[in-house]
């Protein structure tokens, strides 16, 4: 039943401040040339699509429809050694130097806004103190609902409306701090998590799952044979999914690809790069409300059985506001103990009771 099981939301209104209007003028560099080149090109006007209305749309809606068993709380932004556990100290530097700036990172239009770099850090802060709270065991799971993202973002480079890699800093603390020694880390955001997979690539203590929309789709990497390499090699799993790919689908590879991974690798916490552009009305793929539920039960699941259900959950994308804030909701009821639907294709259980309705009609008395 929903409210059995505890969650623990972690939401700081500092992270709104992230929001790099492009009508503003923008710090001069070669790389703002470029965007403003693509931008004056497009057909129509272009606007930053991770804005601070995502978090205020999940915000709202689970304030109107509250979640038995789920409480607010906030954590404090990350410190600069937290942050060097997964970036690169002239990096972080670097990402330092834009507070207070409107600049572009990269021409794939990662962008800053003055108030971005704190931000960014309390949306890392706040997946460590999600991560903490579980494995004190103040909440079962936690979700942390937070932006800038964080799975583009690499060692050395901010991508994807990234900047900080939230689920890699909150997992090396996990290993640095709280005596976690193998973590999972499942990604299901509808881009590939290259910036995860890529700081993970040769760590046997993290094993990396990522279903994603497969290349060209962005950023194009995640391919099959991307499995990690010297003591990595088979840590990383990626199953690239045709734009197609729905519940079933999704179902399939949780349950025949990521469970028996888990059970061979035995983590001590899981740890889920939770997006919502795959749901069907977002970017690309094909997931419902019920596909979301049932995924988060398959994670739920080995949490459970592996390590005290000891899952955290970490914002990634999501650009349909409706979609975001209902997936958000349907999630956290799964994590509050909510029911577990049983999936079919959409439509079969209609046509059944059609099939019933009209069957009647067609029979001689
Ligand atoms: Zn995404």
Same mark, same amino acid.
């Given at each position: 039943?929903?409210?059995?099981?505890?969650?623990?939301?972690?939401?700081?209104?500092?992270?709104?401040?992230?929001?790099?209007?492009?009508?503003?003028?923008?710090?001069?560099?070669?790389?703002?040339?470029?965007?403003?080149?693509?931008?004056?090109?497009?057909?129509?006007?272009?606007?930053?699509?991770?804005?601070?209305?995502?978090?205020?749309?999940?915000?709202?809606?689970?304030?109107?429809?509250?979640?038995?068993?789920?409480?607010?709380?906030?954590?404090?932004?990350?410190?600069?050694?937290?942050?060097?556990?997964?970036?690169?100290?002239?990096?972080?530097?670097?990402?330092?130097?834009?507070?207070?700036?409107?600049?572009?990172?990269?021409?794939?239009?990662?962008?800053?806004?003055?108030?971005?770099?704190?931000?960014?850090?309390?949306?890392?802060?706040?997946?460590?103190?999600?991560?903490?709270?579980?494995?004190?065991?103040?909440?079962?799971?936690?979700?942390?609902?937070?932006?800038?993202?964080?799975?583009?973002?690499?060692?050395?480079?901010?991508?994807?409306?990234?900047?900080?890699?939230?689920?890699?800093?909150?997992?090396?603390?996990?290993?640095?701090?709280?005596?976690?020694?193998?973590?999972?880390?499942?990604?299901?955001?509808?881009?590939?998590?290259?910036?995860?997979?890529?700081?993970?690539?040769?760590?046997?203590?993290?094993?990396?799952?990522?279903?994603?929309?497969?290349?060209?789709?962005?950023?194009?990497?995640?391919?099959?044979?991307? &499995?990690? !390499?010297? +003591?990595?090699?088979?840590?990383?799993?990626?199953? #690239?999914?045709?734009?197609? /790919? *729905?519940?079933?689908?999704?179902?399939?590879?949780?349950?025949?690809?990521?469970?028996?991974?888990?059970?061979?690798?035995?983590?001590?916490?899981?740890?889920?790069?939770?997006?919502?552009?795959?749901?069907?009305?977002?970017?690309?793929?094909?997931?419902?409300?019920?596909?979301?539920?049932?995924?988060?039960?398959?994670?739920?699941?080995?949490?459970?059985?592996?390590?005290?259900?000891?899952?955290?959950?970490?914002?990634?994308?999501?650009?349909?506001?409706?979609?975001?804030?209902?997936? &958000?909701? !349907?999630? +956290?009821?799964?994590?509050?103990?909510?029911?577990? #639907?049983?999936?079919?294709? /959409? *439509?079969?259980?209609?046509?059944?009771?059609?099939?019933?309705?009209?069957?009647?009609?067609?029979?001689?008395?």
């Amino acid at each position: 039943m929903t409210g059995e099981r505890s969650v623990n939301v972690f939401f700081d209104e500092i992270m709104l401040g992230h929001n790099p209007e492009v009508d503003l003028p923008f710090m001069p560099s070669r790389v703002e040339k470029r965007v403003r080149t693509v931008l004056e090109q497009l057909e129509s006007k272009w606007s930053y699509p991770e804005h601070p209305g995502r978090l205020i749309a999940v915000r709202d809606y689970l304030e109107q429809n509250p979640v038995p068993g789920v409480t607010f709380t906030s954590g404090p932004c990350a410190t600069h050694e937290q942050l060097g556990r997964v970036h690169t100290s002239s990096y972080l530097d670097h990402i330092f130097s834009m507070a207070g700036k409107r600049a572009w990172l990269d021409r794939d239009t990662t962008a800053v806004s003055p108030a971005s770099v704190t931000a960014a850090t309390a949306a890392a802060g706040n997946a460590i103190a999600a991560v903490e709270s579980v494995v004190n065991g103040d909440a079962q799971s936690a979700f942390a609902l937070v932006r800038p993202p964080g799975h583009h973002a690499e060692p050395v480079r901010a991508r994807g409306f990234c900047l900080l890699n939230n689920v890699a800093v909150a997992a090396a603390h996990a290993q640095a701090k709280l005596g976690c020694e193998r973590i999972l880390i499942v990604d299901w955001d509808a881009h590939h998590g290259n910036g995860t997979q890529d700081i993970f690539w040769a760590d046997p203590d993290v094993l990396f799952f990522d279903t994603h929309c497969a290349a060209p789709f962005y950023p194009g990497s995640g391919h099959l044979d991307e &499995v990690g !390499a010297g +003591l990595g090699e088979g840590f990383t799993i990626n199953v #690239p999914l045709p734009e197609t /790919a *729905g519940d079933l689908a999704f179902e399939k590879a949780f349950r025949e690809i990521l469970v028996p991974a888990a059970e061979y690798f035995q983590p001590d916490l899981v740890l889920v790069s939770a997006g919502f552009d795959p749901h069907r009305n977002d970017m690309a793929l094909n997931l419902t409300y019920d596909g979301f539920k049932v995924i988060t039960g398959i994670v739920q699941q080995i949490a459970d059985q592996h390590c005290d259900g000891k899952l955290v959950l970490v914002l990634e994308g999501g650009y349909n506001l409706t979609s975001l804030a209902r997936g &958000v909701h !349907a999630v +956290l009821e799964v994590l509050a103990g909510g029911e577990i #639907p049983q999936l079919t294709e /959409a *439509g079969i259980r209609e046509v059944s009771e059609a099939i019933a309705f009209h069957q009647a009609a067609f029979i001689e008395e």
